[in-house]
């Protein structure tokens, strides 16, 4: 499959159409099929983007979360079965003291989201009422959830929860006396060779940092104006979301992970098994793992496990085609900017 002949004409036209400013690398084992930077870093001062970009992740962040977190268990500081309550000193909550690390991996937790995405709730809606900048650590986080009413008990479902992976980041803070940050950067990011990835504060200036944008049209469907996403999150990103990262460091991530570099080959093999039934629909079956999702696709039945984030100026995915051994990163400073070429790109892959 000659992926310049068929990406490169596609994704200079989505270019074109301001339909997506972002970069896209697709490798073989150490083969790279695919590697290119469209749209613009900036769009004050017209700056392109590069592979050397660096982007937010989102919710991509998550699965650096998980590692962190099994790295914790392989130690012996934290294990499956620890309750999540207890662990943290959360007794005066709405949280389930039966909730252990086990249900905040795999969302089948039941806790109340800050915001539910899965019931169509904006996160940004949080930032209306409290200024974003006031929540700047992990803990800062706890006072938008756990006084809400939980969705289901303990293990009686599975339901996307991005404040799971504030409870974990909690733990993983209590178990290694580290900030949340120090601890991934030094024992996800270093090991991992993901030499330009790290947190960037949005209201700091950084180098090679893209700025996330997204367009808005008039009734007649014109582009008028780029809206900036610095109001839309906290200025830094947590364990649920907003390190920033390239997509080499991406690809050097899931290939490290796979080798067994940042876990033992036991809970690595663990890892990259689903664990939870989510849901099915025409095109796909969904089932959760600690982090990543797993996929059997439809109607091509191509299996894959990927991690995703969207937020507003920001959106990104990794994905492992294991049939294939093939990597598939993509990463945009816009909301809406990685989901159609995703399928774009899956259909080739799918093809052979």
């Known amino acids: 499959m000659n992926f310049t002949e068929r990406l490169t004409p596609y994704f200079q036209d989505l270019e074109q159409q301001n339909l ?4 896209v690398l697709i490798t073989h084992g150490d083969e790279t099929l695919y590697a290119a930077a469209y749209g613009e870093a900036s769009r004050a001062w017209h700056v392109k983007n590069t592979l050397d970009t660096r982007f937010d992740t989102a919710s991509m962040t998550k699965i650096f979360t998980t590692v962190a977190t099994l790295q914790m268990i392989e130690r012996g500081l934290l294990a499956f079965d620890i309750g999540v309550v207890d662990y943290l000193g959360l007794e005066d909550t709405t949280i389930s003291k039966a909730v252990n690390v086990y249900h905040l991996l795999t969302h089948s937790s039941g806790i109340a989201d800050d915001a539910d995405e899965e019931a169509g709730e904006l996160y940004e809606d949080l930032w209306k009422t409290r200024a974003n900048y006031s929540v700047m650590e992990t803990a800062d986080f706890l006072p938008q959830f756990i006084h809400k009413p939980a969705n289901f008990a303990p293990g009686e479902g599975c339901r996307y929860c991005n404040v799971s992976f504030v409870l ?101 093999r663990d890892l990259l098994t689903p664990k939870v039934f989510h849901s099915e629909n025409e095109k796909r079956i969904l089932r959760i793992g600690y982090g990543f999702e797993f996929v059997q696709s439809k109607p091509d039945n191509t299996p894959y496990y990927e991690k995703e984030g969207i937020n507003v100026g920001v959106s990104g995915i990794m994905r492992h085609y294991p049939d294939h051994n093939i990597n598939m990163i993509l990463l945009a400073n816009m909301q809406d900017g990685v989901w159609k070429p995703l399928q774009k790109v899956h259909e080739l892959v799918a093809a052979g």
């Open 20 to 23: 997506f400013s972002g970069v």
């Open 168 to 268: 974990l980041g909690l733990m993983i803070e209590k178990a290694t006396g580290m900030s949340y940050r120090d601890y991934v950067r030094q024992h996800v990011f270093a090991r991992a060779g993901m030499s330009h990835s790290d947190f960037f504060r949005m209201d700091r200036v950084n180098e090679n940092v893209a700025e996330g944008c997204d367009p808005i049209y008039d009734d007649a469907g014109k582009l008028v104006e780029w809206k900036r996403n610095i109001y839309s999150y906290p200025p830094i990103g947590s364990p649920d979301g907003g390190a920033h990262v390239t997509a080499g460091d991406v690809d050097c991530f899931l290939k490290a992970l796979k080798a067994g570099e940042l876990l033992s080959l036991e809970l690595t």
